[in-house]
């Protein structure tokens, strides 16, 4: 995804002030993104105060959404108020669902599978509903952006490239379909021959998370219905809008009712009800690993349901002094800073070689001084409003946190007041030692910490000093440093010289604390089956019992 060289706008609208608390408490922990596309060679231009000018208009009245379940729309009695974060300005009316709603979902999304009308057609028919609802997402490509951005906070230019990488999924899905494909094993005599068969699990449970509502709901969904699974998708409550807009889109291509069913509300009630429900086979998870374990929890007191988990990071950029500097030092401004760094693999620890640390670390402030914040609605903003309350608080305490630790800060540091919403600096900190807790923990905002090393050992070392494996790169010219420290670095991606790239054709996961499970690609598909050995005897049976 590339950068324009535009300024950015003022917030200057006059929009009423919100509630102090407007979200559930238990959605601020659901959380991730992945591969979306690195930005290339863009010089990041300093923000002006302009009049705001937006491309995209602000829509007059809240949007309402009842639930899907069976191919049918229901209403709720109890209704959550979303307000945008960038605005203050109510945006969306969604339901609050009761357990009972959760049931029906389960139960719709059960008969759909039992039945065959979607676990057991060809890979062919499942492939061709998947590309039609892909065209379904170009052509609505516009509204679902301008609702990820009101609801979530993040620019409109980067929602719109995230749909874009949404309809690569669907249409990789859509040939993975196809390809599915078990084994036979021809080895085992004239007498006996074996098979693998592969079969969808069953009814699959899906949380997503609010940072990219529709984008990690699109490097799920179409994968899971390529296996032939059913599914009840669980947003998170602040951002629900895309995920019932996607209803609407699989409906009109095709999809039979009951294969996708939606149920919004809190995650204490319905996310924790799904996590523990008997009649789901697999529980696929997007989220921190303090509620990835909460759902191997109740995994364990229900049914032993299958996990897919893809959990938190601490994820290390190593700059080797070898390195275009320039490049390295924009790769780790996009890195912390992509979607305001509320994105599980961005690159919140930088780890760059010592000689060239004091140069790295002037140029990669400067780099970040200039980044476009502000209105999310304007097509040249670059970082916009973060999505909660909550998690603006937890930003801003770790900030003070790494004040009071003793580090330095050399870029940014605090919030930045454009009249309206939520909105905090890039910020870059220096004489970071490994204890403090910004070294440790997963912030999950625009917040960069600077250690150095003298060796390729050392740097291996930090980067893996962590409890987390999900994502890491390394910047050098050097091809045997490149190749050395990837093979050694624990994270489930990797990247050289660049950072966040790629597509939905290769696996992503995490190492140790980072998850479990493997999404997109055809092992994307894999991870929603389940694996029969069969073999048929062939011939005259050897009797064991003598007649």
């Known amino acids: 995804m590339q950068f324009k060289n ?3 706008a003022e917030l200057t609208l006059r929009l009423p002030s919100r509630p102090d608390d407007r979200q559930d408490a238990s959605d601020q922990q659901s959380k991730s993104t992945s591969a979306i596309g690195a930005p290339t060679a863009s010089k990041l231009e300093k923000p002006s105060m302009a009049e705001l000018d937006h491309s995209t208009a602000f829509p007059e009245i809240p949007r309402d959404f009842g639930f899907y379940i069976d191919g049918q729309w229901r209403q709720a009695s109890d209704r959550q108020d979303r ?38 057609i060809p890979g062919a028919a499942r492939a061709a509903v998947l590309l039609r609802a892909a065209e379904g997402l170009r052509e609505r490509r516009e509204e679902i952006a301008l609702w990820e951005v ?63 509502p529709f984008l990690i709901l699109c490097e799920r969904v ?32 095709g999809l039979p009712a009951g294969v996708y069913n939606v149920v919004t509300g809190a995650g204490r009630v319905i996310g924790q009800a799904l996590a523990e429900h008997p009649d789901v086979d697999m529980l696929s998870f997007t989220g ?35 390195s275009n500097l320039d490049d390295a030092a924009d790769g780790a401004a996009f ?47 670059q970082i916009g409003a973060i999505t909660t309350s909550a998690q603006n608080e937890t930003i801003l305490g770790y900030i003070e946190k790494g004040r009071q630790e003793g580090a330095k800060i050399v870029q940014g540091g605090g919030a930045l007041d454009l009249g309206r919403g939520q909105f905090i600096q890039p910020t870059l900190f220096s004489d970071v030692t490994p204890s403090m807790a910004i070294a440790r923990d997963e912030i999950f905002g625009p917040v960069l910490s600077s250690f150095h090393f003298d ?25 045997d440093k490149a190749l050395t420290v990837t093979r050694r ?3 489930g991606r990797f990247w050289v010289n660049t950072i966040m790239a790629g597509g939905p054709e290769t696996p992503a996961g995490g190492f140790k604390q980072s998850g479990w499970g493997r999404e997109a690609g055809l092992m994307g598909v894999e991870e929603y089956t389940q694996v029969k050995a069969v073999h048929m005897e062939i011939g005259p049976r050897t009797r064991w019992i003598e007649s």
């Open 83 to 120: 307000y945008s974060p960038a605005h203050d300005r109510l945006v969306t009316r969604t339901a609050r669902c009761t357990r009972q709603d959760l049931d029906d979902a389960v139960a719709a999304a059960r008969r759909a599978f039992e039945s065959g009308r979607w676990s057991r």
């Open 6 to 8: 535009v300024e950015t």
């Open 489 to 491: 670095v624990q994270a």
């Open 288 to 322: 921190s690993t303090a509620v990835g374990r909460t759902c191997v929890q109740a995994s364990a007191a229900s049914n032993l349901k299958k996990l897919g988990l893809e959990l938190g990071g601490k994820n290390p950029i190593i700059v080797f002094a070898d």
């Open 455 to 479: 060796t390729a050992e050392e740097a291996i070392a930090l980067a893996n000093d962590t409890v987390y494996g999900l994502a890491a790169s390394v910047w050098t010219s050097n091809l």
């Open 335 to 381: 890195g912390i800073s992509f979607n305001t760094g509320q994105c599980c693999v961005s690159s919140s620890r930088l780890i760059v070689e010592r000689s060239v640390a004091a140069e790295f670390e002037r140029i990669l402030a400067e780099k970040m001084a200039h980044i476009r914040v502000g209105d999310p609605l304007d097509p040249r903003t």
């Open 222 to 253: 179409p994968f899971i219905l390529a296996s032939g699974c059913t599914l009840v998708v669980k947003p998170a409550e602040v951002t629900s809008a895309t995920t019932l807009i996607l209803a609407d889109i699989l409906e009109k291509a």
């Open 150 to 212: 009101l609801e979530n906070g993040k620019p409109i230019s980067q929602a719109k490239g995230e749909i874009d990488h949404c309809i690569a999924c669907f249409e990789v899905a859509a040939g993975a379909a196809r390809l599915l494909r078990g084994d036979s094993f021809n080895n085992m005599g004239d007498t006996l021959f074996g098979m693998v068969l592969r079969e969808p699990i069953g009814v699959v449970g899906l949380i997503t998370p609010w940072n990219f």
